[in-house]
């Protein structure tokens, strides 16, 4: 048995996503994940009181590890356009490149998500606020046309939904997927140029 | 027991959709399903050699059932850009409806048609030639832009896969959808007009 001082969120994080891995969300208890640890499964509620907190938890560790990412693209170089299909490229293979990598944690991941509802939430909110404010800056530049940024934002998110929801994991046989990202991309991409350029 | 004559093909896609209905795809054998109809597992048989056969007529016949509706779109009057969104929008609602009013059979729908790639595949490509039609059309009368109307209008269903897609069925929580769908539809219409339309 570890002492509580050992015990930190982050490595009952780690030891849960194992568990999910190798059991799966709907065989995986707090039990498991403490008997993992070696330690009580009451040393584990302290820090997650809830077993939906521990879900959250897991699902917005995953989410956020992505973020640094995602930034460093929105706030790069390039014109507007092409950091805009850098990012939503960026978001979707990550997730293209883990489902195939380790389908095990993925298959739990996307289904915990459908549930975690906070931390997903946030996570769309995020990856919208990047893509807000590159649109911003594009139509500053004259090389986006939008008037409400944030809405286009939304709708670049929701139209690329079959390449970064994990539900449509399923459809992410490469190379196929990255054809049907270019041609949605193309699309997109004419319709946030100002009408008169190419 | 029925007469082999009296058992026809379709007798037994609507009974199997009532026994998806109440069981379930897991749980449903066809053994269920010659039991709802009276008649022996050899029957069924006859009919549909193999589970997957049954699985596929019961996915096919289901989406067949959309495609008066589409191709009547596609064929009907309005512009090119307002015969597309009338399309997609049809797509998706349908499967809305279905979904909210129904949603034992939904799930199961949605669950077969994972599997039953033959009919999902041959219900994509109608849908495809359809929204392609109309973008032919659109391009020789200069209401839309496009090299490759094929290309584009594949394009243009990947891009709304959040709205028809049965494994994006979480999502669709009406009024919020409508208002994803709208969002979504004016960036695409703006990417298919042509450059210096508005």
Same mark, same amino acid.
């Given at each position: 048995?570890?002492?509580?001082?050992?015990?930190?969120?982050?490595?009952?994080?780690?030891?849960?996503?194992?568990? !999910? /891995? %190798?059991?799966? +969300? =709907?065989?995986?208890? *707090?039990? $498991?994940? #403490?008997?993992?640890?070696?330690?009580?499964?009451?040393?584990?509620?302290?820090?997650?009181?809830?077993?939906?907190?521990?879900?959250?938890?897991?699902?917005?560790?995953? !989410? /956020? %590890?992505?973020? +640094? =990412?995602?930034?460093? *693209?929105? $706030?790069? #170089?390039?014109?507007?356009?092409?950091?805009?299909?850098?990012?939503?490229?960026?978001?979707?293979?990550?997730?293209?490149?883990?489902?195939?990598?380790?389908?095990?944690?993925?298959?739990?991941?996307?289904?915990?998500?459908?549930?975690?509802?906070?931390?997903?939430?946030?996570?769309?909110?995020?990856?919208?606020?990047?893509?807000?404010?590159?649109?911003?800056?594009?139509?500053?530049?004259?090389?986006?046309?939008?008037?409400?940024?944030?809405?286009?934002?939304?709708?670049?998110?929701?139209?690329?939904?079959?390449?970064?929801?994990?539900?449509?994991?399923?459809?992410?046989?490469?190379?196929?997927?990255?054809?049907?990202?270019?041609?949605?991309?193309?699309?997109?991409?004419?319709?946030?140029?100002?009408?008169?350029?190419?």
């Amino acid at each position: 048995m570890s002492t509580p001082g050992t015990l930190t969120s982050e490595r009952i994080l780690e030891a849960a996503e194992e568990t !999910l /891995r %190798r059991f799966g +969300p =709907a065989k995986t208890t *707090v039990v $498991d994940v #403490a008997r993992a640890l070696g330690v009580s499964h009451g040393s584990v509620y302290r820090h997650f009181p809830t077993k939906a907190d521990l879900r959250d938890a897991v699902v917005d560790r995953w !989410l /956020r %590890r992505m973020h +640094p =990412a995602l930034a460093a *693209v929105a $706030d790069g #170089a390039g014109s507007a356009p092409e950091r805009l299909r850098l990012l939503l490229w960026t978001l979707a293979e990550t997730k293209w490149t883990r489902a195939q990598d380790d389908p095990e944690f993925f298959a739990a991941f996307a289904e915990l998500a459908d549930e975690a509802r906070t931390p997903v939430v946030a996570h769309v909110d995020f990856v919208v606020a990047q893509l807000t404010k590159v649109i911003t800056e594009g139509v500053a530049r004259g090389e986006i046309a939008s008037d409400d940024p944030a809405a286009t934002a939304r709708a670049l998110f929701d139209a690329t939904g079959r390449f970064h929801h994990p539900s449509a994991r399923s459809e992410w046989v490469r190379p196929r997927i990255d054809a049907s990202f270019e041609g949605v991309w193309t699309l997109l991409r004419n319709g946030l140029l100002p009408r008169g350029s190419s």
